[in-house]
C-alpha cells in the first residue's frame, strides 16, 4: 500500500482511530501527574500538608506516569509506527481493542484506587503496605496492554514476512517491535509479583507474602537504568526524528545494534536498586551493577549517533565552530524541539543514574531524595518531554487537524526542561544532605534545614513544569477542537540494507534470555523463601 491508500483503507482508518485513543490514554496519565505533582510542590514549598494526603499525591504522580503515561505511549505509538512502516493493517482488530480496554480500565483502576486513599504505596508499591486488589488489578490491566500490543506486532510482522521473504523488516517496524518484545521479557517479573504473589495476598487466598522476593521481581522489571521506560521514546529519537529534521539517516545498522543491545541489557541490573537491601549475596550485586554500566554503552551511542546525524546536517548547511552547529537546528519545529530538549534532560539524568548504579557509591544516594531527581530528568524530561513533542505531530497526523497554539508549543518545551533541571537541582541537592527521598518535609521533625531550602528550589522548578504542562494540554485540546486542515504524514525515509543477522529481533530475544538468566538465576536459586511479612516486619 501507498500513503494515501493506507489512509483511505477503512480497517486502517478504524485501528488508528483505536490507537489514537490509547495514546490519549497516555496523555491523560500527564494531565493526572501534572495535578497530584502539585500536592508535593505544595509541601516542598512549605505549606504544611496533611501526611496522608501528601503521600496520596506522591503515589498518584508516579503511577500516572510511570505505569500509564509510559505504558500508554508505547503500546499506541509503537503500534501506529509498525502500521506506517510496514504499510498494512495489524493483524487482529481484537488485540488492538483488547488492548485499548486494559489501557483504559487499568490507569481508571489506579487512578481511582489511589484517589480513594485505598492505596498509598508510592510508584513501587513493595510490601507489606497492601495496595488492595483494586491496585494491583489495574497495575496488572496496564502491563496486559503491552502484552496484547505485543502480541498484535508479533503476528503483523509475521504475516509480513510471508508476504514479503526476501525483504528486511523495515527499520521502524523492526525497532518498535525490539522495544516490545524488551518490555514482554521485562514485565515478566511484575507480572509474577502480581498474580502470584500480591493480587491472592489483597483477595485474602494467601496469608503472607514476601517482601524481599517482590521486590527482587518489581526490580526484575524496573531496574535502575533509566533506558527502560524511554525505550519507546529512543525509537522516536533513532528512527523518526532525523526525517523530521532533514538531516542525513542515521545508518540502519548501527540503529539496529544498538536497540538489540538495550534489549539485551535491559533487564540485568535490577539488584544495583538493591544494594542495601539483606538477603541478597554482595557478588550477585555486583554482578548487576556491571550489567547496569554495560546497559550505558547503547545508550552513549544513542546520543553519539543522533547528534553526529543533527551536526551534519548543520555543516552542510554551511556552518562552522564547535558548536555553532546547535544555532543551525530546527528549534521552530515545536516536535522536533521538544525532543531534542528531551535528549538534553535525558544526557543529563543518565549520568545522574550512572552514580546511582555504581555499586558502593551508589549506597550514599539510594533512599534519598537524589532519586526523584533522577527521574524527573530521565523520565519526567527524557520520556515525557518526548511524548509531548510526538504528540505534536502525531495528534495532527490522527486527526487531520492542524497544531493549535503554535507560539506556546514553541515556549513549552523549554519551560518544561528547564523547570525539570531546577526541580533536579533541588532534590539532588537535598538527596547529598541526606534528605530520605519521598517524605512530607512539612510534617518531618527531623528535616535539617538546608532540607527546605532545597524543597523551595525543587518547588520553583515544579511550579515551571506545571506551567509547562499547562500549555502542553491546551494545545493538545485546542488541536483537537480546531478546524484549520492538516496533512501530516509519519517522518519517515528510505534506508540502506542491513546485514540478515540484525534482522531476527526473535532471535536475539533468546540472547536477551539468556542474559536473563545469568543475571536471576542465581538470585532465585539462593534466596529465603522461608521469609514472610510477619519476619520482616520483626512481629
Known amino acids: 500500500m501507498t500513503a494515501a491508500t493506507l489512509a483511505a483503507d477503512p480497517v486502517v482508518s478504524a485501528q488508528r482511530r483505536l490507537l489514537g485513543l490509547h495514546f490519549l490514554v497516555g496523555l491523560g496519565g500527564i494531565a493526572v501527574g501534572l495535578v497530584s505533582g502539585a500536592l508535593v510542590a505544595l509541601d516542598r514549598s512549605g505549606i504544611a500538608l496533611d501526611p496522608a ?3 496520596q499525591g506522591l503515589t498518584l504522580h508516579g503511577v500516572s506516569l510511570v505505569y500509564v503515561t509510559a505504558l ?6 509503537l503500534s501506529l509506527s509498525v502500521m506506517s512502516a510496514l504499510r498494512c493493517p495489524l493483524a487482529s482488530r481484537r488485540l488492538v481493542q483488547g488492548s485499548l480496554a ?13 484517589v480513594l486513599d485505598r492505596a498509598a504505596v508510592s510508584v513501587t508499591f513493595s510490601p507489606p503496605l497492601d495496595a488492595g486488589a483494586v491496585f494491583y488489578l489495574g497495575a496488572l490491566l496496564m502491563v496486559a496492554s503491552v502484552w496484547a500490543a505485543s502480541a498484535n506486532l508479533i503476528m503483523t510482522v509475521r504475516a509480513w514476512r510471508r508476504d514479503h521473504p526476501r525483504e528486511r523488516l523495515p527499520l521502524l517496524a523492526f525497532a518498535s517491535l525490539v522495544v516490545l518484545l524488551a518490555w514482554d521479557l521485562a514485565t515478566i517479573g511484575i507480572g509474577v509479583e502480581l498474580v502470584v504473589f500480591l493480587l491472592p495476598w489483597s483477595l485474602g487466598l494467601t496469608g503472607t507474602v514476601d517482601p524481599l522476593l517482590d521486590r527482587i521481581l518489581f526490580w ?11 525505550l519507546p521514546a529512543a525509537v522516536s529519537w533513532l528512527v523518526l526524528l532525523p526525517h523530521q529534521l532533514a538531516a542525513p539517516r542515521v545508518r540502519s545498522t548501527a540503529v539496529r545494534a544498538v536497540l538489540v543491545a538495550m534489549m539485551v541489557l535491559g533487564v540485568p541490573g535490577g539488584l544495583a536498586a538493591q544494594a542495601a537491601d ?38 552542510r548547511a554551511g556552518c562552522v565552530g564547535a558548536v555553532g552547529w546547535l544555532r543551525m537546528l530546527p528549534w521552530r519545529d515545536p516536535s522536533a524541539a521538544a525532543q531534542l530538549l528531551a535528549m538534553t534532560g535525558f544526557a543529563v539524568g543518565s549520568g545522574l543514574a550512572l552514580v546511582a548504579d555504581s555499586g558502593t557509591l551508589g549506597l550514599l544516594v539510594r533512599g534519598t531524595a537524589y532519586e526523584s531527581g533522577l527521574l524527573h530528568l530521565t523520565m519526567g524530561a527524557g520520556l515525557t ?8 505531530w502525531l495528534v495532527p497526523h490522527l486527526t487531520g487537524h492542524g497544531l493549535w497554539g503554535r507560539r506556546a508549543a514553541l515556549v513549552q518545551p523549554w519551560l518544561w526542561l528547564v523547570g525539570s533541571m531546577v526541580l533536579t537541582a533541588g532534590t539532588t541537592g537535598a538527596g547529598l544532605g541526606g534528605q530520605p527521598a519521598g517524605i512530607p518535609l512539612s510534617a518531618t521533625a527531623y528535616a535539617d534545614e538546608a532540607w527546605q531550602v532545597w524543597g523551595a528550589i525543587s518547588a520553583a522548578g515544579g511550579a515551571l513544569m506545571g506551567v509547562a504542562g499547562v500549555l502542553f494540554l491546551a494545545v493538545m485540546v ?45 538470585v532465585f536459586v539462593t534466596h529465603n523463601y522461608e521469609l514472610d511479612v510477619a519476619r520482616f516486619v520483626g512481629l
Open 72 to 77: 500508554g505511549f508505547g503500546g499506541s505509538f
Open 220 to 230: 526484575f522489571t524496573a531496574p535502575t537504568h533509566p533506558s527502560f521506560f524511554v
Open 385 to 392: 518531554l518526548t511524548v509531548m513533542g510526538v504528540a505534536y
Open 478 to 522: 485546542g488541536t483537537l477542537r480546531t478546524r484549520t486542515p492538516a496533512t501530516v504524514e509519519v517522518p519517515t525515509g528510505p534506508e540502506e540494507r542491513s546485514p540478515a543477522w540484525l534482522d531476527r529481533p526473535g532471535a536475539w530475544l533468546v540472547v536477551a534470555v539468556a542474559a536473563a538468566v545469568v543475571a536471576y538465576f542465581p
Open 102 to 114: 486494559a489501557a483504559g480500565v487499568g490507569a481508571a483502576l489506579l487512578v481511582a484506587a489511589v
Open 278 to 315: 539483606p538477603g541478597v549475596d554482595e557478588n550477585l550485586k555486583l554482578l548487576h551493577v556491571a550489567f547496569g554500566l554495560a546497559g550505558l554503552v547503547p545508550l552513549v551511542a544513542t546520543g553519539w549517533l543522533v547528534v553526529s546525524s543533527l551536526e551534519e546536517r548543520a555543516r
Open 53 to 55: 494526603r501528601f503521600y
